[in-house]
């Protein structure tokens, strides 16, 4: 072959990049090219080495292997990751095996990645272009034409349609694990539960184990707080701020001035304007240079998660909101009976911690829900709101009311049930209020079915009133009321273990006795 048309073949390498560094490993773009030649005459994997000893393509060298018929070339396929190209054979062990392991390598394998290149030395026992139709093949020649030159444009090729394929497909998979995640995250709640999400999400795109520190940067103040690390950065979660000693702050620093993403490695930095005005910096430092594909990915994932940190804002807004209604409707209630003094903050913390107890000691978990354990709390100040329809000379009486005044008394629990029911069906799913409704008209039902106001028994009573029932008899018999005086802490015990199986769960009362075994001063809490 003339030095001319050599030159003719070599444009096919010509590329813009610098060589990358060729070790045989570290990031997929800098590992070596895998080449499989599969052929049952020694002699032919002896030549084609010769011909591709010193061939290299984007600065990656080839890495060969051989296998010798269409069995050992399946097994080798099946187990060995990340072959570009195979050299294939048509007649080995059999006639066909060459096309039977190009079929296999497509329907068995799913490799539709992998270059495939038939060389025949009969090339007229199969046909060429029904060959390449029917078994994907990917070029079909003659042994005989395949000099060193056109060995050297067949390989360039099908490494060049390789890396394009391969891009793809990583692009493919990177933008499912974009959409999977992004998903996921709108469902995290909290702040700092969403940043660390946010960090998982970037090492999955990245495919490394990735150290990273995420930054919030709060509207114009320059303030910059670390909200989330992971890695080899995990003891700056601990940090208010960070650091501008750290390494990283100079390309954080960097990004937040420029208002746009940096690639210096080792320090990558991703910048994240949303539209509540927040900047977002996410540093991560994967053990090699970011490939333009996997920045490309990651900008995309950027402009997902400034969307959910918008949605995370006003989903913590409204979340506030209700909260601020729950607040005020107890607020209500306990205006109208000062006596109570701090009874709803105490009944709100013992609620809370008695529902942990229980789902500690993995009593009613199908009741025991992580919805329910966030929001007993908060719901359990509204056990009373229906006290609001309960007259003043009733409700404030300070002796012992008559037999008509008690059921007077008592129709409160429906009452709060009903005003809770109908505020909490304005809103969709649950709320603090489905579960208001539930302890207000369920706290004064007995666990026997002898209280009121519907006589319900067990587990017909919801798990969250039964918490309620008992929490708020013990923390109205240790303070005083209008119609009593304190009770000492023994005969409150007392009162509460008779009780069990009676008034009260007994699993709910077990629990108190643990919390209260752990720490003796529960109850005690000052008004």
Not at 246 to 273: D, G, M
Not at 311 to 318: D, H, R, S
Request: glycine letters at 6%; proline letters at 5%; a negative charge.
């Amino acid at each position: 072959m003339t030095d001319s048309n050599a030159a003719d073949d070599n444009w096919l390498i010509q590329e813009d990049e610098e060589p990358a560094p060729v070790d045989g490993t570290g990031s997929p773009e800098q590992r070596l090219w895998r080449v499989l030649i599969v052929d049952d005459d020694v002699d032919v994997h002896a030549v084609t080495r010769l011909a591709l000893r010193n061939v290299s393509f984007k600065g990656r060298e080839l890495e060969l292997f051989s296998a010798y018929s269409g069995r050992e070339a399946y097994e080798f396929l099946r187990d060995t990751p990340d072959i570009a190209l195979v050299l294939l054979d048509v007649v080995m062990e059999t006639d066909d095996a060459g096309l039977l392991l190009a079929r296999r390598i497509r329907e068995e394998l799913h490799n539709a990645i992998v270059r495939v290149v038939l060389r025949t030395g009969q090339p007229g026992q199969a046909p060429e272009q029904r060959v390449i139709i029917e078994y994907d093949i990917n070029d079909y020649k003659a042994k005989t034409e395949l000099t060193t030159q056109k060995l050297f444009t067949t390989v360039i090729s099908a490494l060049r349609a390789y890396e394009s394929l391969n891009m793809l497909e990583r692009s493919r998979i990177g933008l499912g694990k974009i959409l999977a995640g992004a998903t996921n995250l709108y469902q995290i709640h909290s702040l700092r539960e969403f940043a660390s999400g946010v960090l998982n999400q970037v090492s999955a795109i990245l495919d490394v184990g990735a150290d990273g520190v995420l930054c919030l940067m709060q509207g114009d103040t320059g303030v910059t707080s670390v909200v989330a690390a992971t890695g080899g950065y995990a003891a700056l979660g601990e940090s208010e701020l960070m650091p501008v000693s750290h390494p990283l702050w100079p390309t954080i620093a960097k990004a937040f001035a420029e208002k746009k993403s940096q690639f210096e490695h080792p320090a990558n930095v991703l910048f994240i304007h949303t539209q509540e005005n927040r900047e977002v910096a996410i540093s991560v430092t994967p053990p090699w240079p970011l490939a333009q594909i996997q920045r490309d990915l990651l900008e995309v994932f950027c402009q997902r998660i400034a969307a959910a940190f918008d949605n995370l804002y006003m989903f913590g807004q409204l979340r506030k909101a209700q909260e601020a209604t729950v607040v005020a409707l107890a607020d209500l209630a306990e205006f109208r009976d000062s006596g109570t003094g701090g009874h709803v903050r105490r009944v709100q913390m013992l609620s809370t911690a008695l529902a942990q107890r229980m789902a500690a000691r993995g009593v009613y978990a199908d009741e025991l829900t992580p919805q329910l354990l966030e929001m007993i709390g908060l719901a359990s100040i509204l056990h009373d709101v229906g006290k609001v329809a309960t007259p003043d000379h009733i409700l404030l009486k300070p002796g012992i009311h008559t037999p008509e005044e008690r059921a007077q008394m008592q129709t409160h629990a429906a009452v709060g049930r009903s005003i809770l029911e109908r505020a909490a069906n304005m809103v969709d799913g649950v709320s603090y209020l489905t579960y208001g409704a539930e302890i207000a008209g369920g706290h004064h039902e007995h666990f026997d079915g002898n209280g009121y106001p519907n006589q319900l028994a067990g587990r017909a009573i919801p798990v969250s009133a039964r918490i309620v029932a008992v929490v708020d008899v013990f923390d109205s018999l240790l303070h005083e009321r209008p119609y009593k005086d304190p009770w000492p802490h023994t005969e409150v015990m007392t009162y509460i273990t008779e009780r069990a199986g009676k008034q009260f769960d007994p699993e709910v009362v077990a629990a108190l006795l643990e919390l209260i075994e752990r720490d003796p001063t529960i109850g005690h809490t000052p008004d």
